[in-house]
Structure formats: structure tokens, C-alpha cells
């Protein structure tokens, strides 16, 4: 076996930004290490997966190969656990490795030999992310007698945060959507779902303690005014919205989980605040009354800061909240929060006094301080938008920088967790393609190249300070995008740009490489059904 089952001290392989290997491997992301062999490992009615002896863990994620390998052949191997020890030939191994290395959590090697499959990983989701690229070595399209390539593969990847974020506020994804959408993080090596479940057009998860966030604030009338105009004329007028209950919250959360995927809920506060407003008008600093955001935008009704009862109030949806969702991270929001009400507010202006603040932006600071002491009381860690920056950080929290790099790169200099989102580069609500072309947006032009073109680190960090990147993600905002469709067609294939940004080394980014190696990919979107985009570049319709 030529594998390394090593990384360390291994240079990058660049024979690997060669497009496509004669047996045709394309992989995405590309793999640290990345070796053809000869010959190939035929899948027959025979070929069994052998995983360790009771280890369920392993038993699922053998089953889960097992499910696109029939996708893929027609052929479904049974799993079965393997004797310690022994090694079947003909078969497909997964194993885990006692011995430590450096392969980290995620990563792991796969050896395709026309004998035997061995995929191997320190830890099971390291595992599951080898079958992710077992998986791409096969037929996009499915094919009777297929085989896999023989190749040595030896990765991990670049960023330990490799996200996609999804708002269901202006517009609604029901739960086989937002599986959906996992399932493509999934085949991409993502790790991190951002589900921005609260904004001004819609509440969307279930509090119990608080049931008209949903059943008054999870619903409006008609959908975003001002944007389709005439052109879905049936979303204009009706009821529109819905939400999740915590039933299906959990049911998500572990869909999410058995494929390796973090899902980092975010509550908005104390801007982005109206729909719950208008369910609980005592929470603002006018008393209202309001209604659930129709247009989009940035609303003036935020939070009240100079009233107990909104902190009381956002402690127990938090309360309710944190036990959904295993991520140790809890995005609060913090962006776009106008202080025009704070400053005629009476409260507010007292609240200011009392704690010896500067200004609003200072009385943000506090807000935000405020529920950090309260979410790291339950042994979580707050995120916000860069906003939270202005009048002074908290002092745990991770900062998601969105309104270019900047935010991100002061929070890293003073030694919090960043994870970059600059609009320029991973907006995926504007265009892709040709402005003329592409379907209404909320504007901009973000295409494919520009994404993979994205560069997460700031390069004026130190060392130390780049310590401090997390990673990236996406941001799908969908106030132009009502339908599950169109949530698609925004985020493939820019997802497959992404994923090599923060998997790949960046010495072995290759736009050209990129390009060949997405044709199967194409083809892969199409046999899951997906509406990829097509704008992207050159595709064959
Ligand atoms: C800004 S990005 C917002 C969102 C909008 C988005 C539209 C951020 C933290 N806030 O509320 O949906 O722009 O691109």
C-alpha cells in the first residue's frame, strides 16, 4: 500500500492540479494527497463493507456508503462487522486507526487497490468524510457494472469551520428542504449548518413558554412586497409563513448530526427583532403595535434595551433554545440594529446613565454582554455579526464577519474566533452569472470564479492571529428566493467553489482543474435532481 498514513511532512502532491486522472477521478475538494493507481475495484453482488465488530457508529456510516454505492450500481453491499484482524478480500474496510497521527479528527486515507477498499480515520467522521469522496469516484449517473478507480488518497482539511447558512425567515424551506440542503453540505465536506431561524419577516422556531412568536409572528401577509411584483402574483395577499416545531427542530438536528454537520442555530437580537414584536409589542420601546415585516430592509422597532423583561424574555427563548442544538456556538445576531428608538427611549437613555454607557452603540455592547453571561452561564460561547464589534466586545464571543473582512480580522487581533463571510465573496443571494440573464435578485455579481477565488485568511494576520480564522461560510439570505428551487439554483455550484476554498490547501487551488473536475459534478446534481445553476459557466444544458 503506497498510502501515507501520515500528513506530516507531506508537501502538497501538485501532479494532482492535473484536471482529471485518465480513470477520470474528480474529486471535490480536491484531496491533500491524491495518487491514480492501475487497474480498478469492481462492485459485484459479492462486494461486502466489513466495519470493527459493535460499533454502531461505524455500522451506519457503512451503511450509509452502502446506500450510494446502489445509487450509483444498482448494487447495495450489505455491511457486515469484520473480525479483528482480518482483512476479506474483495471487500470494502472501514477502519478506524488506534495509532495517533495526523490526520485529525476529520481526515482520513483511502487506498483503492482492484482487491480490496481500505478507508481509515482516527475519529468515525473522519469515516464518513472518506466515503464522501469514495463516493465521488463513482459514476455520477447510474450505471450497471461499475467499478471504482484504483487510487491512494491522504487528506484533512484546511478550516475546521466550512459552513452554509440558511435563512428561513423571509422566506419559509419546509423540513425536507432544509434535508435536503444538509445532504448537499454533506457530499461537499461542509461541517457547519447556520440556520438563521428569527428576523423581521418571520419567527421560525417553537418556544413554548412563548407561543405567539410562531403562531402570530411565524406568519404574514403575503409575501415580500416590492419584490416579485407582478411575476408570482400568487404569493402577493395570502398568509404566508410557518414554522418548526421543536420536534422537528430535533429531528433536523440529528439528520444533521449523523452526517458530521453542526447546526449552530442563530436568534436575532436586538435588531431583526419585528415579528416578535409584533407577537409581544411590550418587548419594544413604542409598545407598538406592528406587524410582521412585508418588505425587506432594516426595521427601526428593535429590542427594548432599558426593559428588564426583553433580557428576561430572550433568557428563557435561550432556555428553550440551547438544549435543541448540541453546538457549543449559539449565534445571537447583532447586526443591523438602528438606535433610533434607544435614543428617545426613556428607559433606554436611564439604562445608559446608570451603567455609565457612552452612547447606544455602548448600550448594544451591554445587551449583547448581558445574554453572553447568561449563555456562557449554560457552558455555551456567543457568535455575532461584526456589529457586535462597535462598543466594545464581549468577552468570549466569536465574531461571523460579513461586511467585508475587516470586522473579522480586528476580532482576530484581539484574540476571538472569527469566521469570515465578506459579502464580495460568499454572498450567495446575488447573481452568478450575466445580470441580464440570471433570475431577480437582490443584485450584486458573485460569480463561480469569485468564490473559488476566496481567500479566508487575511494575509496581514501574524501567525498567531491566524490562529483565530475558524473558517468560512456562505450566507444564503432569501428575501428574492421563494421557493426551494431557487434556494438551489443560489447555492450549486457556488457550494462546490467553496468547499475546495476551505478544504484544499491553497497551493493546490487550480480554477482551471476546478472547472474540469465539476463536469461529473454537474452530472451528480442532475441525478440528485438539484437545480443547479447553469449561468456558471459553459454547461452543457
Ligand atoms: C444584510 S448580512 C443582512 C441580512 C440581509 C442581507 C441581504 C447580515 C448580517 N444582515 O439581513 O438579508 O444583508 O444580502
Given amino acids: 500500500v503506497a498510502a501515507t498514513l501520515s500528513l506530516a511532512g507531506l508537501a502538497p502532491v501538485h501532479s494532482q492540479q492535473a484536471p482529471v486522472s485518465a480513470a477520470g477521478i474528480a474529486v471535490i475538494p480536491q484531496p491533500v494527497r491524491l495518487v491514480p493507481g492501475t487497474g480498478r475495484f469492481a462492485i459485484t453482488p459479492e462486494t461486502k463493507i466489513y466495519v470493527g465488530p459493535k460499533n454502531e457508529e461505524l455500522r451506519r456510516i457503512g451503511q450509509s456508503l452502502s446506500a450510494e454505492i446502489g445509487r450509483a450500481t444498482g448494487v447495495t453491499p450489505p455491511v457486515v462487522a469484520a473480525a479483528p484482524g482480518k482483512q476479506a478480500a474483495g471487500a470494502i474496510h472501514l477502519k478506524l486507526l488506534a495509532a495517533p497521527d495526523t490526520l485529525g479528527a476529520e481526515g482520513y486515507t483511502l487506498s483503492v487497490q482492484p482487491g480490496q477498499v481500505v478507508l481509515a480515520a482516527r475519529q468515525p467522521q473522519g469515516l464518513y468524510?472518506?466515503?464522501?469522496?469514495?463516493?465521488?469516484?463513482?459514476?455520477?449517473?447510474?450505471?450497471?457494472?461499475?467499478?471504482?478507480?484504483?487510487?491512494?488518497?491522504?487528506?484533512?482539511?484546511?478550516?475546521?469551520?466550512?459552513?452554509?447558512?440558511?435563512?428561513?425567515?423571509?422566506?419559509?424551506?419546509?423540513?425536507?428542504?432544509?434535508?435536503?440542503?444538509?445532504?448537499?453540505?454533506?457530499?461537499?465536506?461542509?461541517?457547519?449548518?447556520?440556520?438563521?431561524?428569527?428576523?423581521?419577516?418571520?419567527?421560525?422556531?417553537?418556544?413554548k413558554k412563548y407561543p405567539k412568536l410562531t403562531s402570530v409572528g411565524g406568519f404574514r401577509e403575503g409575501t415580500l412586497i416590492g419584490h416579485y411584483g407582478a411575476k408570482v402574483p400568487e404569493y402577493d395577499h395570502v398568509r404566508y409563513g410557518g414554522f418548526y416545531t421543536q420536534e422537528q427542530i430535533k429531528e433536523v438536528v440529528k439528520y444533521?448530526?449523523?452526517?458530521?454537520?453542526?447546526?449552530?442555530?442563530?436568534?436575532?437580537?436586538?435588531?431583526?427583532?419585528?415579528?416578535?414584536?409584533?407577537?409581544?409589542?411590550?418587548?419594544?420601546?413604542?409598545?407598538?403595535?406592528?406587524?410582521?415585516?412585508?418588505?425587506?430592509?432594516?426595521?427601526?422597532?428593535?429590542?427594548?434595551?432599558?426593559?428588564?423583561?426583553?433580557?428576561?424574555?430572550?433568557?428563557?427563548?435561550?432556555?428553550?433554545?440551547?438544549?435543541?442544538?448540541?453546538?457549543?456556538?449559539?449565534?445571537?445576531?447583532?447586526?443591523?440594529?438602528?438606535?433610533?428608538?434607544?435614543?428617545?427611549?426613556?428607559?433606554?437613555?436611564?439604562?445608559?446613565?446608570?451603567?455609565?454607557?457612552?452612547?447606544?452603540?455602548?448600550?448594544?455592547?451591554?445587551?449583547?454582554?448581558?445574554?453572553?453571561?447568561?449563555?456562557?452561564?449554560?457552558?455555551?460561547?456567543?457568535?455575532?455579526?461584526?456589529?457586535?464589534?462597535?462598543?466594545?466586545?464581549?468577552?468570549?464571543?466569536?465574531?461571523?464577519?460579513?461586511?467585508?473582512?475587516?470586522?473579522?480580522?480586528?476580532?482576530?487581533?484581539?484574540?476571538?474566533?472569527?469566521?469570515?463571510?465578506?459579502?464580495?465573496?460568499?454572498?450567495?443571494?446575488?447573481?452568478?452569472?450575466?445580470?441580464?440573464?440570471?433570475?431577480?435578485?437582490?443584485?450584486?455579481?458573485?460569480?463561480?470564479?469569485?468564490?473559488?477565488?476566496?481567500?479566508?485568511?487575511?494575509?496581514?494576520?501574524?501567525?498567531?492571529?491566524r490562529k483565530y480564522i475558524l473558517g468560512a461560510q456562505a450566507n444564503l439570505w432569501t428575501e428574492y428566493i421563494p421557493t426551494t428551487q431557487q434556494a438551489e439554483y443560489m447555492v450549486l455550484p457556488r457550494m462546490s467553489a467553496l468547499a475546495e476554498v476551505l478544504w484544499t490547501p491553497a497551493s493546490l487551488k487550480n480554477w482551471e482543474s476546478f472547472k474540469v473536475r465539476m463536469q461529473p459534478q454537474y452530472q451528480r446534481f442532475a441525478a440528485l435532481g438539484a437545480n443547479y445553476a447553469k449561468s456558471a459557466f459553459n454547461v452543457r444544458q
Avoid at 447558512?165 to 435536503?180: A, Y
Avoid at 454607557?357 to 461584526?386: A, C, P
Fill in 129 to 207: 468524510l472518506g466515503t464522501q469522496t469514495i463516493r465521488q469516484l463513482l459514476p455520477p449517473q447510474r450505471t450497471a457494472g461499475a467499478s471504482l478507480p484504483a487510487v491512494e488518497v491522504t487528506d484533512k482539511p484546511r478550516y475546521q469551520w466550512r459552513g452554509m447558512h440558511l435563512d428561513v425567515s423571509r422566506h419559509f424551506f419546509p423540513v425536507e428542504f432544509v434535508k435536503q440542503y444538509i445532504d448537499y453540505l454533506a457530499l461537499h465536506k461542509m461541517n457547519t449548518f447556520h440556520w438563521h431561524l428569527t428576523d423581521d419577516q418571520g419567527w421560525r422556531i417553537e418556544i
Fill in 256 to 465: 444533521a448530526q449523523d452526517r458530521y454537520i453542526t447546526v449552530v442555530p442563530e436568534i436575532e437580537m436586538p435588531g431583526h427583532a419585528l415579528a416578535a414584536l409584533t407577537a409581544y409589542p411590550e418587548l419594544s420601546c413604542t409598545g407598538g403595535p406592528f406587524q410582521v415585516g412585508q418588505t425587506w430592509g432594516v426595521y427601526d422597532d428593535i429590542f427594548c434595551a432599558g426593559n428588564d423583561q426583553t433580557f428576561a424574555f430572550l433568557q428563557d427563548v435561550l432556555t428553550e433554545v440551547m438544549p435543541l442544538f448540541p453546538s457549543k456556538i449559539v449565534h445571537i445576531g447583532g447586526d443591523e440594529a438602528p438606535k433610533t428608538r434607544w435614543k428617545t427611549c426613556p428607559k433606554c437613555q436611564a439604562r445608559i446613565k446608570a451603567e455609565h454607557l457612552k452612547d447606544e452603540h455602548e448600550l448594544q455592547s451591554y445587551f449583547v454582554q448581558r445574554m453572553e453571561k447568561f449563555v456562557n452561564s449554560k457552558g455555551k460561547t456567543i457568535m455575532g455579526w461584526d456589529e457586535i464589534l462597535e462598543g466594545g466586545l464581549a468577552p468570549n464571543a466569536a465574531v461571523m464577519s460579513w461586511r467585508g473582512m475587516e470586522g473579522g480580522t480586528a476580532a482576530a487581533r484581539q484574540k476571538h474566533q472569527v469566521v469570515m463571510t465578506p459579502g464580495e465573496f460568499v454572498y450567495f443571494d446575488h447573481a452568478q452569472g450575466d445580470p441580464s440573464l440570471e433570475p431577480l435578485s437582490i443584485g450584486g455579481y458573485l460569480p463561480l470564479e469569485k468564490v473559488y477565488a476566496f481567500e479566508p485568511t487575511p494575509k496581514e494576520l501574524t501567525a498567531e492571529e
